[in-house]
């Protein structure tokens, strides 16, 4: 991972900023970093997979593994017992573009403050409503946008690079229903760190949708629930 300094390692940092973010005890970071410089433990490697969900919603699923071949065959196995199909490598990719995510919580400011500060930094875009704001930027510019804006509004909620749909697959009850299945078993495997898709719904599904305990409670970590609506949210999981 190169320099054991965060602050001199932007890759690094962002990955840092991650794990605080899920609320990852201080003392497993460390131990983390320490372990990826002196080389101890097993040699892990960052693989994405994409395939195709229920009524073709597009799915990309990144995975941290020390067995390639264990994590394809489950990623793989998992896909055809829910309906869906795992594809070749950019065969989802192109409905997607990778972009830098910046979260901050309401209170940091209003709609104009964020926005002006986000045009400053450099930023592309930005959504705020009333539980927070995101900020979007280029891959390229996350660690210089961040250092900018973490100078003006203070430190972000979160920080990550993240697949954006740039392409969208419109579902309904039964498709969202079929969806969930699909990415909680994904989710379920270990060595699975996220699953990301181009979903989209109508308000009236949501509501349909949400009403189901099982599922709300299952979206109370972050799967469905959009700070600005539940519509759009990019991730499940």
């Not at 509501?207 to 609506?229: H, M, N, R, Y």
Request: proline share 5%.
């Amino acid at each position: 991972m190169g320099d054991p300094d965060p602050d001199k390692n932007p890759r690094l940092r962002l990955a840092v900023k991650e794990a605080k973010s899920q609320s990852m005890p201080k003392d497993n970071i460390e131990r983390a970093i320490r372990k990826s410089v002196t080389g101890e433990g097993e040699e892990y490697e960052e693989i994405r997979y994409e395939g195709y969900g229920p009524s073709g919603v597009a799915v990309i699923v990144e995975a941290l593994t020390d067995n390639r071949n264990r994590t394809a065959s489950r990623v793989r196995s998992t896909f055809s017992r829910n309906g869906g199909n795992l594809g070749e490598t950019g065969s989802v990719g192109f409905m997607f573009e990778r972009t830098g995510e910046v979260a901050y919580p309401a209170e940091v400011g209003d709609a104009d403050t964020v926005m002006m500060a986000a045009i400053q930094a450099g930023a592309e875009d930005v959504e705020s409503g009333k539980d927070g704001h995101i900020i979007w930027c280029a891959d390229t510019d996350l660690n210089d946008v961040l250092n900018k804006l973490e100078s003006e509004l203070g430190e972000s909620q979160s920080t990550r690079l993240i697949w954006k749909p740039t392409i969208r697959t419109e579902l309904d009850l039964d498709g969202m229903q079929k969806l969930i299945k699909l990415v909680g078993a994904l989710e379920d495997d270990d060595d699975v760190q996220r699953v990301t898709t181009n979903f989209e719904a109508s308000d009236e599904v949501m509501a349909q949708l949400l009403k189901d305990p099982c599922v709300t409670v299952w979206c109370s970590a972050e799967a469905l629930i959009w700070p600005f609506g539940p519509v759009r949210w990019p991730y499940i999981g």
